[in-house]
């Protein structure tokens, strides 16, 4: 559920199919700099419910649909 909303924003800002995104997917390759990034975090966060901080392990897809995962189970 978490990873194919994910996919489906990334896609919508990215312009790409959604089955091409993957949990794999690094956000560099997928061509995201810094400020496209901070703004998909925003959006992530409004979209959740979860407060993100920008985090230099969150270089996937899949990382980032970890640490939804896990702030949610936090309730934060």
Do not use: H, R, W, Y
Not at 10 to 26: C, F, Q, R, W
Not at 30 to 55: H, K, P, Q, R, Y
């Amino acid at each position: 559920m978490v990873l194919e909303k994910v996919q489906e924003m990334l896609a919508e800002k990215l312009g790409v199919p959604a089955e091409e995104i993957t949990a794999e997917s690094e956000f560099s390759a997928l061509g995201l700099d810094s400020l496209d990034f901070a703004e998909m975090l925003m959006n992530v966060e409004t979209e959740f419910g979860v407060s993100i901080e920008a985090d230099p392990s969150i270089k996937t897809v899949g990382s980032l649909v970890e640490k939804i995962e896990e702030l949610q189970k936090k309730g934060s």
